[in-house]
């Protein structure tokens, strides 16, 4: 009787979680991006900044922090809710008045470290809606922790440096990368089923299809930016 | 400014926006700021900020902004400012290009250099000319206070407020104190000599920073404007500035000044600014020395080379509330004396409360208690409610 009981809760438990299908896919893929797309975005914070003689540093990191470089591909499934936990390590810099990286992708719930690695106070405030938070003039070195518990774009800005401006992008999916310099992108074990893909560029927003996967394989989904 | 220069202007900017698709990056933004104010009984423009025909209270706009900022390439850019304000405080029809220049950035290279209308590089202020980036409603006293001197005639005791002297179909009221609108034409460099720590920025100009029409070259008159910027500890910011120029115009009211050239404002002042968590903690020390000939509307005779000095300080204490994004409390005390009896000694105590309500919304309420020293006078206080739209 006993070892009946135990097969007939092992085929419920298997029937649970038999939700999320057992194989696993990888899709490939190249974001198409313009070359030449606006820094800036409407709304943000450097409408009217004096600019200043960029140190050799300073104009590093701008070309590492190009928008170009920051964008986010991420799948949702339309077919299962997706297991997530926090991303280890999510730093948002500030360095030479500029936050790195321009786009910081996390999964919902994470917590972000704060780090100030100028010379000088900096803060870091944001006014998105479910996500309002001040942590105020921080010492160069110190890294102060922010949980973001919404979902979706967290916009932070620097209150003291006019143009310091930067988004969180937390997601409801383990599913997500960043595309390399020349948009080339990978991510690996997608159970079977339906997605939404989306593509987040910082200065151009959103992009949405919808693609599916099965039978372990290797997919190719490319993307496409540059408006036609 | 006329209304069509304006339009020209406008349509200019949209056709750079046109072009600048194909070509370079162009960012078009602008500001509106909205307020209710209100004064005390002897509220004056010139006095308080409140021209007295609005100081039972009223809501008028306060400034119009649109900018520029039109990038051909990495190193080279051009940025302009349009902006729209009340005349003397009251018509909201005063139109002019306050900022148009062209800026070089040299690739690996701590300097920068800057050609036209540019933010004139003195004091704090330099780097606050628009209302969004400010935390009071109001400049500090010395910024927007019009000192008894006037471009075409020298120094006349109680000029505006006493003595009604007509120029060009006006009540002459004056010049700035200390510049006027806060920009300067002419060249301008930065070097950031040790980034992070210290930079410099020097400026060639066609005139003092005081005179409001500085557009005009007259080969007699120039400025130069220096600022050096310190930062001594992380949490402390110094700034030590110098002006000198020449200002006075040519007139038929001063033809018979032999020597116009020989009348300058000099200033001086000392800036800084302390951050620590929620707290921010600034100020300014200035001084603004004048040698101006000094004009009798009695007898219409002038007296030749005198030299006044005003002296300005103020202290900003501004807190921002962590439970609350977005708003925080400030307090201003400033005071500006006058030597000898050229004008009466200014106290203003403010205080501001703000509230950034989306990232493009900014509300503010300040209420300014203001005395002037050997005046019984009273009725100068001014409450003004701003909104603040950028976009």
Redo the contacts between chains.
Sequence with gaps: MRTLLSIFFNVILLLNTADAPLNKNKIVGKIAIPT?V???K??S?Q??C??????????QIDQENHPNRHVVVSFHSLDFKATISPTTSAIMNQM?KTFVPKVLPITQGSTVEFLNS????HNI???TPRA???I??R??GKAVPQLIEKLGLV?L?C??H?GMNASILSLDTPFFTKANASGNYEVDGLPDGNYKVQVYHYSLGFVEDNITVKGGGVVTKNLNLVKP | MNRNTCLVILLGFYALGLWGQEKT?I?L?G?ADVEYLRGGNSSHYYLNGVHKDLKSGAVRPLELNL?AKIRFNPQL?ANF?VQMERDEGLKFDQVRLAQANV?W?P??????FTAGRF?TPFGLFS?L??S??RTFVDVPLAYGYFANISEQIGQVDRLGNGTQIPINGRNEWGIPLLYYNGYSNGLKT???FA???A?WEFALTTASPNLPKNFRFDPLNYGLITRLKL?PK??W?QGFSFSHGKFLQADLLNDNLIDRSGYKQTLLGTDFVL??????LSGEAMGAFYRVPTYSPSTKKYTTNQNFQAFSAWVDAKY?F?FL??TYAAWRVETLQFSGTWDEAVLRNSLVIGA?I???ILIRSAFALQSIQHSNTTGYHAWRTSLTL??
């Design positions: 030449e606006p820094l800036l409407r709304g914070n409408k009217y004096e600019e200043e003689p960029a140190s050799p540093r300073k104009k030479e100028d010379t000088e106070v405030f944001s006014m309002t938070f001040n105020g003039r010492q160069p916009e800005r209150d003291i006019c | 990056q960012e933004n500001t900018l850019s400012r800026q950035n690739q690996e290279s701590p300097w920068q933010v780097n000319q628009l969004t980036a930065r070097w950031n980034p992070g720590k930079s930062q992380y949490f910011k951050g620590f968590g929620h707290f921010e921002e962590p994004v977005g950034k989306k990232d493009f950028y976009f």
